[in-house]
């Protein structure tokens, strides 16, 4: 796994493509993977022939500090729409003829889609160094929340994901519904696809949007298709009569200020 305190890179075989409207502003077989100190998750960029650089022109508004301290950054330029800061060049000899781009900048996304091969990527390139392995136990599990059964099953699908506890996928049928509210947010992950969720509709000490759903994952998770998940972080998962701790995460703040 490349160190997080240095900028890395290395070539990916995957096809990319990033299109805005109707227009196709990347189309490259040879992008780079790259890993920016201090960034958790990949970026692509890439060489460029491979980017329609005739819809890119110096920025008017660089940033300062930003992306491992490149200089070089583009704001592109679709029909009548100007996204400023769109795409920047890595300030190493080694990527200077490579361009990376954001995926989100105010308000919204920067290009609408990408896509590895024929796949819909999200929020950022899949790392290599990480994996999610979703595989079908007897286990017997058991979700509280505040101190309601929620969900009881001897079916789940344990979803193991680099960095991540266990989270505990429950068939739908083993969900009680009656305590659930469906709610209008909406997620979007790389490994699994775009998420539905539900809060408690009791008021209580869980946080909002506390479960979720894939109603159509992509295939390499397509084993927790409208499974529900809860965050272990905020209710009680008991599994096989044993309590389990609640895990300390990356989720773990927001869903304290969340619930609070």
Same mark, same amino acid.
């Given at each position: 796994?490349?160190?997080?305190?240095?900028?890395? &890179?290395?070539?990916?075989?995957?096809?990319?493509?990033?299109?805005?409207?109707?227009?196709?502003?990347?189309?490259?077989?040879?992008?780079?993977?790259? &890993?920016?100190?201090?960034?958790?998750?990949?970026?692509?960029?890439?060489?460029?022939?491979?980017?329609?650089?005739?819809?890119?022109?110096?920025?008017?508004?660089?940033?300062?500090?930003?992306?491992?301290?490149?200089?070089?950054?583009?704001?592109?330029?679709?029909?009548?729409?100007?996204?400023?800061?769109?795409?920047?060049?890595?300030?190493?000899?080694?990527?200077?003829?490579?361009?990376?781009?954001? &995926?989100?900048?105010?308000?919204?996304?920067?290009?609408?889609? &990408?896509?590895?091969?024929?796949?819909?990527?999200?929020?950022?390139?899949?790392?290599?160094?990480?994996?999610?392995?979703?595989?079908?136990?007897?286990?017997?599990?058991?979700?509280?929340?505040?101190?309601?059964?929620?969900?009881?099953?001897?079916?789940?699908?344990?979803?193991?994901?680099?960095?991540?506890?266990?989270?505990?996928?429950?068939?739908?049928?083993?969900?009680?519904?009656?305590?659930?509210?469906?709610?209008?947010?909406?997620?979007?992950?790389?490994?699994?696809?775009?998420?539905?969720?539900?809060?408690?509709?009791?008021?209580?000490?869980?946080?909002?949007?506390?479960?979720?759903?894939?109603?159509?994952?992509?295939?390499?998770?397509?084993?927790?298709?409208?499974?529900?998940?809860?965050?272990?972080?905020?209710?009680?998962?008991?599994?096989?009569?044993?309590?389990?701790?609640?895990?300390?995460?990356?989720?773990?703040?927001?869903?304290?200020?969340?619930?609070?």
């Amino acid at each position: 796994m490349p160190a997080s305190d240095t900028l890395n &890179w290395e070539p990916s075989e995957r096809w990319v493509r990033g299109v805005r409207g109707d227009t196709t502003i990347v189309d490259s077989p040879h992008p780079v993977l790259v &890993w920016e100190p201090g960034h958790p998750v990949p970026r692509y960029a890439f060489p460029t022939s491979e980017v329609r650089t005739d819809l890119l022109r110096p920025s008017a508004n660089p940033p300062v500090g930003a992306h491992a301290g490149a200089t070089v950054f583009y704001d592109l330029l679709v029909g009548d729409e100007v996204v400023e800061n769109a795409a920047w060049s890595y300030p190493i000899a080694q990527l200077s003829e490579y361009i990376a781009f954001e &995926w989100f900048n105010h308000p919204g996304r920067v290009l609408d889609h &990408w896509y590895e091969e024929d796949e819909e990527i999200f929020v950022h390139p899949r790392d290599p160094y990480k994996r999610i392995d979703p595989i079908p136990s007897s286990r017997h599990v058991r979700v509280e929340v505040d101190g309601q059964v929620v969900a009881d099953t001897r079916r789940p699908v344990l979803l193991f994901e680099t960095g991540l506890p266990i989270r505990y996928y429950i068939p739908p049928d083993d969900v009680n519904f009656d305590l659930l509210e469906s709610t209008d947010e909406h997620t979007r992950c790389p490994y699994k696809g775009i998420a539905s969720y539900w809060s408690a509709k009791e008021a209580g000490t869980a946080p909002p949007n506390v479960a979720w759903a894939y109603p159509e994952p992509i295939p390499a998770a397509a084993q927790i298709k409208d499974h529900v998940a809860f965050y272990n972080e905020a209710v009680d998962i008991i599994v096989d009569g044993v309590k389990l701790e609640r895990p300390t995460t990356l989720f773990s703040e927001r869903l304290r200020k969340l619930g609070s």
